[in-house]
T-cell receptor, first 115, second 112 residues
Framework: ETGVTQTPRHLVMGMTNKKSLKCEQHLGHNAMYWYKQSAKKPLELMFVYSLEERVENNSVPSRFSPECPNSSHLFLHLHTLQPEDSALYLC??????????????FGEGSRLTVL | GEDVEQSLFLSVREGDSSVINCTYTDSSSTYLYWYKQEPGAGLQLLTYIFSNMDMKQDQRLTVLLNKKDKHLSLRIADTQTGDSAIYFCAETLYSSASKIIFGSGTRLSIRP
């Protein structure tokens, strides 16, 4: 138990569906992240929220839309996805200014399959 | 550019030492990390090294950093079946304190 909870753990959706992934952290952190994990590829940073403001958006297609209503919750809204978007989506949290030897705490991930 | 590279697979015999290697491209990296991902789980920080250090030892784990060659390694002594996992190398860039760049992970498998 890392203190970061992701739901759902598994999601299958069609290309025309709209769904959302949810992440909640109970660690009192003030930065939250979405990463995409695909087989044989580097873990890809998608979005970073620090103190509830988006500070990173790494050229992610607009069919992925993040939302951070408060420092404990993070959502990833999914709309008209493509089969190549199938992957494990990992949420993480940390104290802001993670560069000072900070540690990322990860959830167990949401396995997304797009048909 | 920002790039962290690792080999994808490593197989070792139980009881032997495992050495997982990583190269990175950004010379301004401040911290370098090793994260471990067990099956069905997220990543957990295993250890880290500050860029002005050459070596760090923690029980069965030894991290070696060659800054000149931008090469990082993780040595696991007396490898056990519980060490089976994916090991990710990562760096933090001086230019972006909120950003950690990960490699693709090395899947370590243990044979009896």
């Amino acid at each position: 138990e890392t203190g970061v909870t992701q739901t759902p753990r598994h999601l299958v959706m069609g290309m025309t569906n709209k769904k959302s992934l949810k992440c909640e952290q109970h660690l009192g952190h003030n930065a939250m992240y979405w990463y995409k994990q695909s087989a044989k590829k580097p873990l890809e940073l998608m979005f970073v929220y620090s103190l509830e403001e988006r500070v990173e958006n790494n050229s992610v297609p607009s069919r992925f839309s993040p939302e951070c209503p408060n420092s404990s919750h993070l959502f990833l809204h999914l709309h008209t996805l493509q089969p190549e978007d199938s992957a494990l989506y990992l949420c993480a949290s940390s104290q802001a200014d993670v560069g000072a030897a900070g540690e990322l705490f990860f959830g167990e991930g949401s396995r997304l399959t797009v048909l | 550019g920002e790039d962290v590279e690792q080999s994808l697979f490593l197989s070792v015999r139980e009881g032997d030492s495992s050495v997982i290697n990583c190269t990175y491209t950004d010379s301004s990296s401040t911290y370098l990390y090793w994260y471990k991902q067990e099956p069905g789980a997220g990543l957990q920080l295993l250890t880290y090294i500050f860029s002005n250090m050459d070596m760090k030892q923690d029980q069965r784990l030894t991290v070696l950093l060659n800054k000149k060659d931008k090469h990082l390694s993780l040595r696991i002594a007396d490898t056990q079946t519980g060490d089976s996992a994916i090991y990710f190398c990562a760096e933090t860039l001086y230019s972006s304190a909120s950003k950690i760049i990960f490699g693709s992970g090395t899947r370590l498998s243990i044979r009896p």
